[in-house]
């Protein structure tokens, strides 16, 4: 069995052992989190940050998380939202004017959030190096017409997302959303979660290996290779580029299942304002994705439960019920069976609530 380095407490060591056996088999690097009642009850890691094996993965070592970024950037809209300082039932266009062109006043922020708004893409396809302006992109997304009416269909806005909900973080914060979020979630809860990396963690950085059938899927404008690059890491592209592991990943969102209250007693939200997360904006087969979904407020909903995850493998998954938050990542990129390690790791941990 893999080596690993952390704790788990005793009811969780099912959690241990699932963690040893995707290192034993596919994974290269990864850790592993559990917290309930806000509180670490697993906090593990183990393997290689290189694809050679020589540099062994450690406690503070973070990787680019994909799509599991999306979770962070959902969070800061709702604490905006909780403190009264932005109405999710509004109209972009009260916070962003720009937006209300191309028949999107109707577009409502609990559109944004839930992946109903019709914009899931540019209309003119964009490069890894287009993601990097920020004005131009966001720009063209207030000029673009919706592709279907906003609010009555979903379709996952796998990079938009991060531009539309990071644009209206900035308009009502007056700050960018990586900088909204490391000052009021990240900073309060010393949690090691980054939208948009200093130089000065770069040696942390687990790079990310391509999946051993290439650098990304066909047809897809971003590869793994673009997520290695230091322009990629100084950027802020909220949807996908969040550096963080398993513990900093549970940390901040364990937030939503424990009364909005985050590790030392930091509160972040209401616990109303908390249960807004499970209010469905969409059910039926999503518009990109292809497959059965429930969106709620941000992420995918299921019951009492919120998750999402990031491209290649990474989860993070919220049980309201248990009051349990599972994160698992990693720094090797699959794309058949991506999602497969992490639930493993997620059967696991609820294998400790069995008396």
């Excluded at 709702?78 to 006043?105: C, N, S, T």
């Excluded at 063209?140 to 796998?158: F, K, M």
């Excluded at 990079?159 to 490391?182: C, D, I, K, P, Q």
Aim: hydrophobic letters at 45%; proline letters at 5%; aromatic letters at 10%.
């Amino acid at each position: 069995m893999a080596e690993l380095q952390g704790h788990a407490d005793a009811r969780f060591g099912a959690v241990a052992e699932a963690l040893s056996a995707v290192l034993d088999a596919r994974d290269v690097g990864a850790s592993a989190a559990v917290y309930v009642d806000g509180e670490p009850v697993v906090d593990l890691w183990g393997g290689w940050t290189d694809a050679a094996r020589t540099v062994a993965w450690q406690q503070d070592t973070i990787v680019n998380v994909w799509s599991t970024t999306k979770t962070m950037v959902a969070l800061c809209a709702l604490i905006l939202a909780d403190r009264g300082q932005l109405d999710l039932e509004a109209p972009v266009a009260r916070y962003w004017p720009e937006f209300a062109a191309a028949g999107k006043d109707r577009v409502l922020v609990r559109h944004l959030l839930g992946h109903t708004a019709g914009l899931p893409e540019w209309d003119i396809p964009v490069t890894a190096a287009d993601l990097y302006h920020w004005p131009e992109l966001t720009a063209r997304l207030a000029a673009q017409a919706p592709r279907w009416e906003p609010g009555s269909s979903g379709g996952y806005h796998s990079l938009t997302y991060g531009y539309l909900v990071g644009e209206v973080v900035a308009r009502v914060s007056g700050r960018s959303l990586g900088a909204f979020f490391a000052e009021e979630v990240a900073g309060p809860l010393s949690a090691d979660f980054h939208i948009g990396l200093a130089a000065e963690h770069d040696h942390r950085v687990a790079p990310l290996l391509a999946a051993p059938d290439g650098d990304k899927p066909e047809g897809f404008a971003v590869g793994v290779s673009d997520a290695n690059t230091p322009a990629w890491r100084r950027a802020e592209i909220p949807a996908v580029n969040g550096h963080g592991n398993a513990r900093s990943v549970a940390a901040v969102q364990s937030v939503l299942v424990s009364d909005g209250i985050g590790p030392g007693g930091v509160r972040l939200l209401s616990p109303a304002g908390c249960e807004r997360v499970l209010e469905e904006q969409f059910r039926g087969v999503d518009e990109v994705l292809g497959q059965p979904a429930r969106w709620g407020l941000g992420y995918r909903i299921e019951g009492r439960t919120c998750f999402w995850g990031g491209w290649g493998g990474s989860l993070v998954f919220n049980d309201f019920d248990r009051r349990m938050t599972v994160a698992f990542v990693m720094n090797q990129v699959l794309w058949e069976d991506d999602y497969a390690r992490a639930l493993g790791i997620l059967m696991a941990a609820y294998q400790g609530f069995r008396e």
